[in-house]
């Protein structure tokens, strides 16, 4: 059974750090491109940042977190991290894995992700 699960999610104040990790069991991770969305209440899922396949290993950012969050990916624990730093109040969500079996690098679209993590709540607080 091809599985991602998210690990890391919980509460901190505005300036705080925090960094998920997303795990795969069931497939390669290193030969997808992987990343994170997030989904705030009442909003629509967003895309937050992904890393191409590990031949490629772009990697890809939205403006809102450019320069503050980082995307990584450790293929010996079949893993991907979102270091988050910086943390603001809106960046409170739900994040989930996502990962796409592609050799192209590029933004990952929900679209044309193959396959979903069941989220980790993130909360800022001011």
């Known amino acids: 059974q091809r599985r991602l699960e998210e690990r890391g999610g919980g509460s901190v104040h505005t300036g705080g750090s925090m960094r998920l990790s997303c795990a795969a069991s069931?497939?390669?991770?290193?030969?997808?491109?992987a990343g994170w969305f997030r989904q705030a209440p009442g909003k629509e899922r967003e895309f937050v940042a992904n890393?191409?396949?590990?031949?490629?290993?772009?990697?890809f950012y939205a403006d809102a977190v450019k320069g503050r969050f980082t995307i990584s990916r450790d293929n010996a624990e079949n893993t991907i991290y979102l270091l988050m730093n910086e943390l603001k109040p809106e960046d409170t969500a739900a994040y989930y894995c996502?990962?796409?079996?592609?050799?192209?690098?590029?933004?990952?679209?929900?679209?044309?992700?193959?396959?979903w993590g069941q989220g980790t709540q993130v909360t800022v607080s001011s």
């Open positions: 069931g497939l390669t991770l290193s030969t997808y491109a």
């Open positions: 890393i191409a396949h590990s031949g490629d290993a772009s990697t």
């Open positions: 996502a990962a796409e079996q592609t050799p192209y690098g590029h933004v990952l679209t929900p679209h044309n992700v193959g396959y």
